[in-house]
């Protein structure tokens, strides 16, 4: 009996060592334990580098499809449905990576389309969305309730934009908490690319220097480092693999660029309880480096489209 | 013959009570932490974690200059406070929670576009020998077009 017993509680107490991993492992699409932070270091980010291979926990946070949709809107630009993925497209995709990088794509659209106020494009893109989050298997990610309410609220762009936030919310945090990072991370990639590829593709040439929209892809730069190690943390899965090569393929004109940043002073607004950071900053891009980075950001997302 | 019964029993039990915490976390987001963020858009994006006392967690993001920011860092009531830095990519200190009384959120905007790193740390009750508290903890992000 005592041998039984024995027994018994070592097996409990492998697999309960085996639990205790997997909850470490996972909650997080974009949490990185210690050991698989691996990293692109950058030409003059040493410091960063270091950082990331001694954090815990890291979360590495790319612009939401809502948040790159404002940014496109702030900058002035105009709304062109012609540039969104067609939502007649949502039966090809039928892999995981599709589905997941289309989830991000269709929301940066629907994004686009709340933010100047496509009534008939919103509800389309909603059940895209849906269409995908769906064949992720992402229970309650868009519910029918949801659809009713940005039907009832076609006009209130407030109320559109918290739908959209809860619905994407709802399927990040449901990938993260179910321990399938990679899927989070290609939902996010799908996004910002969308994103990127709606800026580039809204420059006009003859109004290149000092447009606010090609100061806006300038930024993006910033981020293309957070997606690498976005993606590395999933790294060795075929799919995210795939994607971090086409990644590296756009760094290599991303670094092309070139940004200089001032020191950041902090100053508080006590008016608007506000810290205003400030700084200066100083970018280069070359109207021929702009047209490389567009032609290879269309060049990948067609990849994502067109599956 | 009992013994390798209660195996895949035991896995499913500890596991499902894995994902259930995490599922919480979700849920305290949402419910706690979310509407921090008050009259500031949720960008959608979702973080969160289960945390130790003493624990640190990192997050890079690149905030950009036609924005106005709002950041909610908010744990459970089991943990201690929860301390939050934010510093620029040359480690300098931007701003730390803990010289406002832990507040739990921060406003702020941006001349230029820049890569900023969140710190979060969860502080310890300092009562040695007791289990170390954990409990989730949610970073989220609002933002709104610059006046």
Redesign the interface.
Known sequence: MNK?YG??SK??MV??M??SL??GC??????TPKEEAKVNVPKD?T??VE??KQ?????????????SA??I???GARFDEVLLNPVGNVNNYVTNKSMALNLGIY?CDLSFASLYEQTQLIIDYMNAAKKMADGLGILKAIEQSQIDKLEENINNSEVI??I??????NS???L????QPAIAAMV?VGGWFEGLYISTQLVDMKDFNGN?LVG?II??K??ID?LI?LLESSKGNPAVDDLIVQVRKLKVVFDKISIT?S??R?EFDKA??????????KTDMTPEVFKELSSTVSEIRKTFVNN | MR?PR??PI??LL??SV??N???Q??AF??KICIPELGVY???????????VEG????????F?????YRVAVTGEDKIPEVEFKVL?????V??SNKDANYAKT??????????L?LVVKVSSFNKPGDTPASGCVA?M?G?K??K
């Open positions: 039984k027994i018994c097996i409990l697999v309960m085996f639990t997997l909850i996972k909650s997080g699409g974009t949490k980010n410091a960063v950082d990331i954090a815990e926990k890291i979360f590495n946070a790319l612009p939401s499809p809502l948040e404002m940014l809107k702030s900058a929301t934009m918290e959209v936030s809860e619905t994407f919310m990040n945090s449901y993260s908490d179910n321990g996010l606010k806006r930024d993006q910033l981020s957070i190690n940043t020191k950041i902090p608007s309880n506000t810290t205003i950071l400030k700084s200066e900053v | 013994i209660i195996i035991l896995t500890l596991i894995s994902f915490a995490n599922g976390c979700k987001a949402k858009t949720h960008d959608g994006n979702y973080h969160a974690a289960i945390l624990e640190e967690a990192e997050l890079y993001k690149t950009y200059s036609d924005m106005e620029d990519a040359n480690k300098n931007l701003y921060w406003d702020f905007k941006l001349q230029s576009s820049q890569q790193k970073i992000f933002f077009i610059k």
